[in-house]
């Protein structure tokens, strides 16, 4: 199947600001001449917002201004006019409380740039965690021709001869400090090691595993997502989709043309076969509300529990980024999921083809990095989505990260109010607590921390570390970064700052888990649970204005991707009234 072209020409929403021959034409058009452009760049050709997260802030985005000159060559070679546009970049690295808290202002931000000016196409110019959906979330939510193209991976970090993926490095050195293993002085000098390239994180952390999102959504061209942030092909992608959107925008293909049902059963299915962070769920479940596309958590757990992990790449595997390149990227993934049964080959993608035309050729370089079926990861390696009497809307793991002797645990439930109250007494050696023991955390969802930060994968406690232990029940209604690892059980739904039963669990209580069933059970009497949730009363509210109150008032949980109530839905493209 090929997408069915549309009539052209047409009149082009640009050509409202730009066409004619009225006093409001000639302005915004003779305000835009102050650039130096010519009369004849205004005669109806497609403009394309290229609409840039560069900011010297967010590093993993700090060479985008680079590609989107790639992407501007792009479009004037098809008879585009490229125009530059600056949108909300949400720092993963530098944002407090926690970027993600930020995602739905930028997409409410994108939305409304896209809808405001004179556009008639957008290439999404995203690299770092929260700009890929935030981006994408505006562009659904206008419906206007989009593209993504991704900055890329960092090259591969290495230290003392060992590879040293970008993130899981620092979770496991941090670790290592505090076991007494490593020096603070090597940490130092490993710290270079970790980032020594522009571009995302080299793991499958979160950039990395929603640039696959991206693609196997459909709305990148093949091939995007694991080419390095420095490799010239990188550039050449960006000059591809420069050339790529303004043939969309003749086409009018769109958004809802390719982010359907169907592919987004793709991605659940290719982010459980790459090892893909458990953000993506919070992600993929927020961009589908956008789009109108019903989609669940339940859908989640269905679609990825028999998909095998078979990318071997850190956090759950050895190899890193740019290795995932060079063994042929997400095409061979996407390729065995279709030969599996597992992939939806009539989804459409942006090159106006269908996905299975884009992956049928391609070629697995190296069976090592992406690996056969019988010698994956995890046999099962999509998100497991666990419920029961402490998560009645659901909790995620990611099996591939977890230590297999905990997939099925009882223990004694060590409890931490907040992230405050854990930094304040984790490293206290009479904390009483044993590596049987499940570390509890709560308030850090949605709208406890307020927006769900990366705290749910917490360091153990420096006595079980001595022991060798390396790893530990953990459960909260946090995040924790794609780069994380270990068994640790997130989103937990309804958080404890809207009175889940999250919030009334004692230390003492006994708590059990149990993978395979998909169990997460508080096992103290019905009736005392009641009781318990009767009596709760939730903690005083901060002082806040501004977005943090709008945030915390219209916020939704995690088990529907923590949008703003108000924003789900597609409000379209439709020009807005000229006040000149």
Not at 59 to 71: D, M, S, T, W
Not at 99 to 116: G, K, Q, S, W
Request: aromatic share 6%.
């Amino acid at each position: 199947m090929t997408f069915e072209k549309a009539t052209w020409p047409r009149r082009l929403r640009s050509q409202e600001w730009y066409g004619g021959t009225s006093r409001d034409n000639i302005y915004h058009r003779g305000w835009l001449k102050n650039q130096g452009y010519p009369h004849d760049l205004f005669d109806g050709r497609p403009v394309i917002g290229i609409l840039n997260t560069w900011s010297d802030l967010t590093p993993c985005n700090g060479h985008l201004r680079e590609l989107a000159e790639k992407v501007k060559a792009g479009v004037w070679e098809a008879g585009g006019f490229p125009v530059e546009v600056p949108v909300f970049s949400a720092s993963e690295n530098t944002f407090r409380p926690t970027a993600m808290m930020y995602r739905n202002l930028a997409a409410m931000a994108v939305e409304e740039v896209m809808r405001a000016q004179p556009i008639d196409g957008a290439v999404l110019l995203v690299g770092c965690d929260k700009t890929t959906p935030s981006l994408l979330m505006g562009a659904a939510s206008t419906d206007l021709p989009s593209i993504v193209v991704t900055g890329g991976p960092m090259l591969n970090g290495w230290f003392r001869g060992e590879r040293v993926g970008s993130g899981t490095a620092l979770w496991q050195m941090s670790e290592d400090i505090k076991a007494g293993k490593m020096s603070q002085q090597d940490f130092l000098e490993a710290e270079q090691a970790m980032s020594r390239s522009s571009g995302t994180c080299n793991t499958m952390g979160t950039a990395s595993t929603m640039a696959s999102m991206a693609e196997a959504l459909g709305m990148a061209l093949s091939g995007n997502a694991a080419i390095p942030a420095v490799d010239a092909r990188r550039r050449v992608m960006a000059q591809m989709t420069g050339r790529r959107i303004v043939q969309m925008v003749k086409d009018d293909l769109k958004p809802s043309d390719i982010m359907t049902k169907q592919a987004f059963e793709n991605a659940i299915r290719c982010n459980g076969a790459i090892g893909g962070s458990t953000n993506a769920v919070i992600h993929l479940l927020a961009m589908a509300g956008r789009c109108g596309v019903d989609l669940s958590l339940d859908d989640w757990d269905r679609l990825g529990r028999d998909v095998p992990t078979v990318v071997n790449l850190m956090p759950s595997g050895k190899y890193l980024m740019e290795e995932f390149f060079y063994a042929g990227g997400l095409p061979v993934v996407l390729k065995r999921l279709g030969e599996a049964g597992m992939l939806h080959k009539e989804a459409l993608t942006v090159s106006g083809d269908t996905i299975w035309d884009e992956v049928r050729d391609a070629v697995n370089w190296n069976e090592d990095v992406i690996l056969p079926v019988e010698k994956a990861l995890t046999a099962s390696g999509g998100i497991a989505v666990l419920k029961g009497n402490l998560a009645p809307k659901g909790a995620v793991l990611k099996p591939s990260a977890a230590s297999p002797q905990l997939m099925q645990h009882r223990g004694r439930a060590v409890v931490f109010e907040d992230i405050d109250d854990y930094k304040a007494r984790i490293n206290d050696d009479a904390l009483d607590i044993d590596e049987t023991c499940v570390m509890v955390l709560k308030n850090c969802g949605p709208r406890g921390y307020p927006g769900m930060s990366e705290v749910g994968n917490m360091g153990l406690p420096p006595k079980v570390l001595k022991k060798g232990i390396t790893d530990m029940v953990r459960i909260s209604d946090a995040r924790m970064s794609g780069t994380a690892y270990g068994t640790v059980i997130l989103h937990t739904s309804p958080e404890a700052a809207v009175g889940g039963p999250l919030a009334v669990v004692r230390s003492g209580d006994m708590i059990e888990i149990d993978v395979a069933a998909r169990r997460l059970h508080l096992d103290i009497p019905e009736a005392e649970l009641a009781a318990r949730l009767a009596a709760w009363q939730p903690l005083p509210d901060q002082p806040s204005g501004g977005y943090d109150w709008l945030f915390r008032t219209h916020v939704e949980g995690a088990d529907t991707g923590a949008d703003l109530d108000f924003l789900k839905g597609c409000r379209g493209r439709e020009v807005p009234r000229d006040s000149h």
